[in-house]
């Protein structure tokens, strides 16, 4: 069974950093495309971050480009989410996902966790 827990989700302030983490189990995080979308109250879900499972290509939207990093670890199954520089505007909830098809990954995932709550206020 496929399953894929976030963590690190938190209050933070404006210009501060967090690091979220997703442990995924049930299949082999290495072959697979892992991503992170978001979603704030009253908005549609936001793609934020993937990663191919060679860990040779990441893609960011331009909303996060150049303050969020997607980095994964294959022998620990974990994919993580760096964001610095923060913004009242992130705040929302953070999803991690997973797809083996780079086709699906940015828009529907296979696989979903249940989501992390990161506040960013002062």
């Known amino acids: 069974q496929v399953q894929l827990v976030e963590s690190g989700g938190g209050l933070v302030q404006p210009g501060g950093s967090l690091r979220l983490s997703c442990a995924a189990s049930?299949?082999?995080?290495?072959?697979?495309?892992m991503a992170w979308f978001r979603q704030a109250p009253g908005k549609e879900r936001e793609f934020v971050a993937a990663?191919?499972?060679?860990?040779?290509?990441?893609y960011y939207p331009h909303s996060v480009e150049g303050r969020f990093t997607i980095s994964r670890d294959n022998a620990k199954n974990t994919v993580y989410l760096q964001m610095n520089s923060l913004k009242p505007e992130d705040t929302a909830v953070y999803y991690c996902a997973a797809d083996q098809s780079k086709a699906t990954i940015f828009l529907s995932p296979d696989y979903w966790g249940q989501g992390t709550q990161v506040t960013v206020s002062s």
């Open positions: 049930g299949f082999t995080s290495s072959s697979y495309y």
């Open positions: 990663i191919s499972w060679s860990d040779s290509n990441t």
